[in-house]
């Protein structure tokens, strides 16, 4: 029996919905919410993420600005106008658009932002308050990932989890997020010596490396509910293994998760696709942090 696939879609939606009233009464104080998001340069992959953005934002009532700075924006350019932004009280959230240019440090610039107006969580202080269980403003794609797990009408409590990636966006805050709800975490990385041990041990299974590919059929639990954070594009092949090619003659590409899905479907009881599965409600959670943020600044 194949699984069920854990619709993103439907999920972000119903978050955005439970955002109408605080953004009403935020509008009726007078004070809308307000995300500012710094992108240097003019890189065509973050021009569509941007642009999605905004249209988010703008079919909520939430202010969408995105600051386009110069190509040899420098790092202690980049500090000042966080710092502008910082004490700009029409600014309730500020959000750095990746990728920055080489040499710029995004985990400092990151810390630099106000962790009350920090939408993505990554102030060492909102991570600070994940470890402590009292999450505010905590890392999107992370809350995005126990959302879809929570929509599926699991129990939470004593489940065994494994996480496979350990970055501070995702492998980090989530197997926190999921020990705060009692799970049993397992984290795999690099070092891990045998990974397959772990995901077949996992009732929940949430994979973000980035590998296309990495998690085989035979490598999850009957049942288990699997969560594929992970973005890859690759070549689309026929089925002698040649790549198939667009009306142009190029190669198609197509986006893939970490888990091989065809496979993976016919093992788990439930299943995020990608793309529509974490994608969609890692942005429903940034408006949901923005508007949270501009609460905290009214507060």
Known sequence: MSAQTIDGEATAAKIKEQLEPDID???????????????????????IYSNSQKKSCEELGIEYTLEQLPDDTTGQGLEKRIKELNRDGSANGILLQMPLPQGVDARELQ?????????????????????????????????????LIKATGVELEGKEVT??????????????????????????????????HHTKNAEILVVAVGKAGLI????????????DVGINRITLKDEK???????????KKITVGDVVFDEAKEIASHITPVPGGVGPVTVAILLRNTVEAAKMQSE
């Open 216 to 227: 085989k059929g035979q490598m999850i639990r009957p049942g288990a509910i699997v969560i």
């Open 111 to 147: 810390a630099m932002i106000a962790p009350n107006k920090d939408v993505e969580g990554m102030n060492p202080a909102n991570m600070g308050m994940v470890v402590y269980g009292r999450p505010r403003l905590a890392p999107c794609t992370a809350m995005a990932a126990v959302e």
């Open 25 to 47: 009464g935020l509008k009726a104080k007078g004070k809308p919410p307000h995300l500012v998001a710094l992108m240097v340069g003019d890189n065509p992959a973050t021009r």
């Open 241 to 251: 293994g040649n790549p198939v090619l667009t009306s142009k003659g190029k190669p």
């Open 163 to 196: 996480v496979v990636g350990h970055s501070e966006i995702v492998g980090k805050p989530v197997s926190l997020l999921l020990l705060d709800q009692f799970c049993t975490t397992t984290v795999c990385h690099i070092a891990t010596r045998d990974l397959a």
